[in-house]
């Protein structure tokens, strides 16, 4: 179970002068309600595996920056993405290219600042953790994410508002039966399309109703399921 976060993060800015080139991203967070930057593509990456995982209960983007002395050592340092999981808590991550590992005494691949890193957290009673494209880009992971920002656009500002009663509508269909995204359209014909997608989204995303989106497209063929049904 949750427990109450002992750090409040909040994101970084990232200068603008990083925000022309190639690595920069930004796209809309349905867990923040607000558009979120990220510093290159394994950074969103990871961030979109985690934004589509109903587990986490928030997180933040560039949330910390350690600028301390640990044990005489200088260590300047940002994390990539904090979350506030239901099952394991809170967790600092850092994302890195598998290139940019180093070995240390134990034969241990890590970033070259890790042994601070734990020391750091250490003394805070912190998770901090690391993953390279390795974890992230798997081939269900990839499908995942790639599923996840194409779900994306039904649920940002620009996204047809969804009412509490329609809502409950989806709700109530698919609790007859697992029913494609199709189906659904074509039973809830007098709704907008988009406000039909857009209600299955944010449900799928608070772990209310089910997709199947590990193995295949997220589009008219998504079978859409009750959770825990």
Known sequence: MVTRPTIEPSPIEIPEYRRMGNNYHFDYSLSRD???EF?????????LLKEGDPKVVKLCPQPLKVEERINGKKLNYTFDLWTL?????EILWDVKDKKRLVQDVNGRWA????PLIEQWASQ???EVRFVTQKQILTPK???LIQNW???LRFVGPASPRITQAERDEVVELVAEGAASIGTLLRTLFRLDADKVISAIVRLVHAGLLTANVDERPFNADTII???GG
């Open 141 to 143: 992971n990839k499908l």
């Open 149 to 151: 920002h194409e779900m």
């Open 124 to 126: 805070r009673n912190a």
């Open 225 to 227: 399921g009750r959770a």
């Open 111 to 114: 970033p070259a600042k890790w």
């Open 34 to 36: 607000e558009y979120v």
């Open 85 to 89: 999981e239901d099952d394991v808590g």
């Open 39 to 47: 510093d290159g593509p394994l950074e969103y990456a990871f961030w």
